[in-house]
């Protein structure tokens, strides 16, 4: 089954505690990203990634580093997580085409809740 | 800087009945696309529809259209036939043409409640 996956699904930790969330996704698709969710304030992507080895700002990067060292993996690292990085997270892939825009898969959610 | 409003975040609407839900954007580009996500209480995003910015004609999926009015630049969905499984949180989104980024731009989210 085609997915992007994940992990940990919720997420309870403590000021300062490094910490990783991991997402992989099997349909071959160069294209990664990283997006969390407020209320009031939709989605704002963090992150994102064209392939291998190719990563850059979104509009909200302070605080996260990502890497993209193989193709289906994109972890989300918050090196000291702080009390305003609690939030809802997403993960998302798609292939990239030159002729057409294509749709964007998402990852179930990470719960994040930093005290 | 591209943005999205959704000025409705919360609607109703009974069983059977269409509701319409709205959002505009701002852009100075022409070539770009715009979709509607579902979030249901699983929090899964889900694409309902999508409308390439270039296309005259609206897009439909099944009980759902989209109203594209390209020089206003507004993008309401409409859904018909309402069913209680269409209670969730829909969010209106933007993007580029081909060969960008390829990042969503979201609004803020419409939570739509189905009354039996």
């Known amino acids: 089954e085609a997915q992007v996956t994940q992990n940990p699904r919720y997420l309870i930790t403590v000021t300062g505690k490094k910490l990783t969330v991991t997402c992989s996704q099997n349909?071959?698709?160069?294209?990664m990203s990283w997006y969390r969710q407020d209320p009031g304030l939709g989605l704002r992507q963090i992150y994102y990634s064209m392939n291998v080895e190719v990563t850059d700002k979104g509009d909200v990067p302070e605080g996260y580093k990502v890497s993209r060292k193989e193709k289906r993996n994109f972890p989300l690292i918050l090196e000291s997580p702080s009390p305003n990085q609690t939030s809802l997270y997403f993960c998302?892939?798609?292939?990239?085409?030159?002729?057409?825009?294509?749709?964007?898969?998402f990852g179930p959610g990470t719960r994040l809740t930093v005290l | 800087a591209q943005t999205v409003t959704q000025s409705q975040p919360e609607m109703s609407v009974q069983e059977a009945e269409t509701v319409t839900l709205s959002c505009t954007y701002d852009t100075s580009e022409s070539d770009y696309y715009l979709f509607w996500y579902k979030q249901p209480p699983s929090r899964q995003m889900i694409l309902v529809i999508r409308q390439e910015a270039y296309k005259q004609q609206n897009a439909t999926e099944n009980r759902f259209s989209v109203n594209f009015q390209k020089a206003a630049k507004s993008f309401s969905l409409k859904i018909s036939d309402s069913q209680l499984g269409d209670a969730a949180m829909y969010f209106c989104?933007?993007?580029f043409g081909p060969g960008n980024t390829g990042k969503l731009i979201f609004g803020q989210g419409t939570t739509l409640q189905v009354k039996p």
């Open positions: 349909m071959n698709h160069e294209y």
């Open positions: 989104a933007y993007s």
């Open positions: 998302a892939s798609r292939t990239v085409t030159a002729s057409s825009y294509n749709e964007q898969f």
